[in-house]
């Protein structure tokens, strides 16, 4: 099926930047939604912004003008730029893509990647 793996997670002092990738791979027709959501201890998982395949983008309000989220169609990947980053930022970040595959349509998780920003 398909498979998303992250990258780009770590430590960051607050008022860094990091930028997060996740590269969609398998026997993929096309893409349509990307995003990325994150779950901080003890609070549940949330939409942090999102692109279609026409390159139209939504932000929770909490990372409007701090976060940019972009795709590259031909890799099958989406970023997450990341800047003035927060403490309350911190969490573990996950992409989610839904689409159609060889075997009919899909909607996959990737395993998460740590963003802690701490001084």
């Known amino acids: 099926q398909v498979q998303l793996v992250e990258s780009g997670g770590g430590l960051v002092q607050p008022g860094g930047s990091l930028r997060l990738s996740c590269a969609a791979s398998?026997?993929?027709?096309?893409?349509?939604?990307m995003r990325w959501y994150r779950q901080a201890p003890g609070k549940e998982r949330e939409l942090v912004a999102a692109?279609?395949?026409?390159?139209?983008?939504n932000y929770a309000d909490s990372v409007k003008g701090r976060f940019t989220i972009s795709r590259d169609n031909a890799k099958n990947t989406v970023y997450l730029q990341m800047n003035s980053l927060k403490p309350e930022d911190t969490a573990v970040y996950y992409c989610?893509?839904?689409?159609?595959?060889?075997?009919?349509?899909?909607?996959?998780w990737g395993q998460g990647t740590q963003v802690t920003v701490s001084s």
């Open positions: 989610n893509a839904d689409g159609w595959g060889r075997r009919g349509g899909f909607n996959s």
């Open positions: 398998g026997s993929i027709l096309s893409i349509n939604g």
């Open positions: 692109i279609t395949s026409g390159v139209s983008t």
